[in-house]
């Protein structure tokens, strides 16, 4: 049975750009779509060969905006990948939206070709606050996205959403909450705002206190998760809920370390031991397809070291966690140490154990970041013990801290079982 593969469509293209995204897209290159587009196909076309090996299980159109390319465009790409004979019927095949820039009969051509997903782009409920971030929709319009996406046929339709927005309050999230699961999206991802440097909004907001703390950005998301899962959406990742079946296939393989292809400018790849991206740069992109010459902007080899601390920095962003089974098939290291970990993270409440996988409770994916990097120097103090020669810069790295108020469940209970040990 051949291996399954995800592929990754990058669309640079965005009406207009948000004031907080740092993503690669640019605003006012429409005239750049047609030279684009061919170049993109001749991309395809070139990696057919390789694609071949493999059974194409999911395709992602991201963005940018891929509604504002162009259906047309989209269906065309898609055949495109039909035509290698190895796309399978069964694929999720998903498109982003933007509520203004997608219509009915551009949504019922997609369907009819064979996009059986939709994600759209609603981020909030107030217009006040879809202003102020740049947005060019008003939340109506989103609903009427919604519903034209029904009427073309589509049963497996995501809506993304931020929290944190200057002035939210917790009741402005509770209400957008609501309002959202009225619609009875099949898919929901809730994004905290994240201040990328670069952006508009980092230069007006940085450091404001128009900007829910970080407490206040816990409880808006501690809140939607419990509200999410009365409602019966699962979380499934840190930022993504689903009802049970929907769960987005093809984001999933990032998290489970499967191989997926990404073209286009900043497009990523990771494939067997190979990871590699391509240039960000639009017209460099083109320029090199056309010229044949290289578009790679990084290539790296991962090691089995370097899966082993993937496999539990990407697993434990899930629900679905991580097995000490796995863990010493897939890793071949001690499993010790980081079953140690988890068991003090356990009873501070931050992760627990169902069935044979360990993953994180929902104040646990909170302070992920941290308890992962923990968890990480927990495997690499592990696999020191059997090599001398690298106690010694083990010691003298600077370790992540604990959250503030818990440093004593390590340093007290915890840090003398791992002295006895």
């Excluded at 071949?52 to 898609?78: Q, W």
């Excluded at 206190?209 to 699962?234: I, N, V, W």
């Excluded at 400018?265 to 397809?289: E, F, M, N, Q, W």
Aim: proline residues 4%.
């Amino acid at each position: 049975m051949k291996k399954r593969l995800g592929i990754y469509i990058h669309i640079p293209f965005c009406a207009s750009k948000c004031s907080y995204c740092d993503f690669y897209s640019l605003a006012g290159c429409d005239h750049l779509m047609p030279e684009y587009h061919a170049a993109l196909l001749s991309h395809l076309g070139e990696s057919a060969g390789a694609i071949k090996h493999y059974e194409v299980d999911s395709v992602y159109f991201g963005g940018g905006t891929p509604s504002f390319y162009g259906a047309d465009r989209l269906v065309e790409i898609l055949n495109a990948l039909k035509r290698n004979g190895n796309l399978r019927l069964d694929a999720e095949v998903t498109v982003e939206c933007n509520p203004d820039s997608i219509s009915f009969n551009a949504l019922k051509l997609m369907r009819q070709e064979g996009v059986n997903r939709l994600s759209i782009g609603v981020q909030a409920s107030d217009n006040n606050l879809l202003k102020l971030i740049g947005r060019r929709h008003n939340f109506q319009q989103a609903k009427k996205a919604l519903q034209e996406g029904r009427r073309a046929g589509f049963d497996n339709i995501s809506l993304d959403l931020i929290y944190g927005l200057p002035s939210q309050t917790k009741k402005d999230w509770a209400e957008t909450l609501a309002k959202i699961i009225e619609l009875h999206p099949e898919h929901i991802s809730c994004y905290g705002l994240k201040l990328e440097e670069g952006t508009p909004m980092y230069e007006s907001y940085k450091g404001s206190p128009l900007l829910p703390s970080d407490d206040e950005q816990a409880d808006m998301y501690s809140y939607a998760a419990e509200m999410l899962e009365r409602y019966g959406y699962k979380q499934y990742e840190i930022s993504n809920f689903s009802a049970p079946g929907f769960e987005s296939r093809h984001n999933l393989k990032y998290w489970s370390l499967d191989d997926y292809m990404g073209f286009g400018p900043g497009a990523h790849s990771c494939v067997g031991s190979l990871r590699y991206s391509y240039v960000r740069d639009l017209k460099g992109y083109i320029s090199g397809v056309n010229r044949n010459m290289s578009i790679i902007d990084e290539y790296e080899s991962i090691s089995p070291l370097e899966r082993a601390v993937e496999y539990i920095m990407l697993g434990m962003r899930t629900s679905r966690g991580i097995s000490e089974h796995d863990y010493r098939i897939r890793c071949q290291y001690d499993w010790t140490p980081v079953g140690k970990t988890l068991a003090a993270f356990s009873e501070k409440g931050w992760a627990e154990l169902t069935e044979d996988r360990w993953h994180f409770t929902v104040p646990g994916f909170l302070i992920s970041n941290t308890l992962i990097g923990i968890l990480l120097e927990a495997q690499a103090g592990g696999r020191i013990e059997g090599t001398p020669w690298l106690g010694e810069a083990f010691a003298a790295e600077k370790k992540i801290s604990l959250p503030k108020g818990e440093d004593e469940v390590f340093a007290g209970h915890y840090g003398q079982e791992q002295n006895d040990n």
